[in-house]
């Protein structure tokens, strides 16, 4: 047999992209697999993004990954979606099918939800409130309410877009949904059971800072999760563990999102733990 020198190529496109960890952890997959597969991080500004999209097929992609400023952009260059992609109206990962089709999904959610099951939590049944009501929370509320959450309660600082957010899932699942506006100091609603912060906030720079609430109204028998990865135990998280709550942090979710696209692409089951332990080592937590 002879010996084949084309890798088969995988990426993200987005700007700013330059910050994007993804491709260490799908390269490490990758190499712990003997794949012979690359992930590239690609800058692709918008005025080129139907360039960048033609290019997926040119040259025979396996699928791409879209951040920001193109997870909504995509939808119109995409032969199909899947479920959750279409109510969340975002993709983050591009399947290239072998008919040269392009299938979308979008895995945040999807790697949220599977991050709590590694904890040992489900949304089944439960109360949950979601800070935030952007593309993260989104992406988090709509896989919370497919997988069976019983009420999700957003708290924005922008009423509106906390109203737009509970009325999608409202119409679009069998959650009920409702919303509340964020003030200072706020209080978390009683008999909720899982909390998540899908805000930015103690992110990188902003790593001294915590979402504003009271967290004496943060009670034990709660399960309180964030979507910052870096650092990944938050003061977020710390308050809350101080309260007696479980916490799950925002690594476990960028992994098993990674995890999914890795099998979308190569059919592989991924190696989640070399990802976790992989970004683990990128951030300095090993």
Not at 40 to 55: C, H, I, Q, R, S
Request: hydrophobic share 40%.
């Amino acid at each position: 047999m002879e010996k084949n020198y084309r890798a088969e190529l995988t990426g993200v496109f987005g700007d700013p992209v330059e910050g994007n960890p993804t491709g260490v952890m799908e390269e490490a997959a990758y190499d712990a697999l003997g794949l012979n597969y690359r992930y590239m991080t690609m800058k692709v500004t918008p005025d080129g993004f139907e360039d960048a999209m033609k290019a997926v097929r040119a040259i025979h992609m396996k699928g791409v990954n879209l951040t920001m400023p193109h997870k909504i952009h995509v939808i119109p260059y995409l032969d199909e979606l899947s479920q959750a992609a279409s109510i969340i109206g975002a993709v983050n990962t591009v399947v290239v099918r072998e008919d040269g089709t392009l299938f979308g999904e979008n895995t945040d959610g999807k790697g949220f939800v599977e991050a709590l099951g590694r904890y040992g939590e489900s949304p089944a049944d439960k109360n949950i409130v979601i800070l935030g009501a952007g593309g993260a929370a989104r992406a988090i509320a709509v896989e919370c309410a497919l997988a069976g959450a019983a009420r999700i309660t957003v708290i924005n600082r922008t009423a509106s877009r906390a109203a737009e957010l509970a009325q999608l899932i409202s119409e679009k699942t069998k959650a009920e949904a409702d919303c509340i506006a964020w003030e200072a100091g706020q209080k978390i609603p009683e008999g909720t059971d899982i909390l998540i912060n899908a805000t930015s906030i103690g992110l990188g720079d902003d790593r001294d800072n915590r979402p504003d609430i009271d967290y004496s109204t943060i009670l034990p028998g709660m399960t309180v999760s964030d979507v910052v990865f870096n650092p990944s135990n938050t003061r977020f998280l710390q308050a809350a563990a101080a309260q007696g709550a479980k916490t799950v942090n925002g690594l476990g979710m960028l992994a098993c999102q990674g995890a999914r696209n890795f099998t979308l692409w190569t059919g592989e089951a991924a190696p989640l733990d070399i990802m976790i332990n992989k970004l683990k080592e990128e951030f300095g937590e090993v």
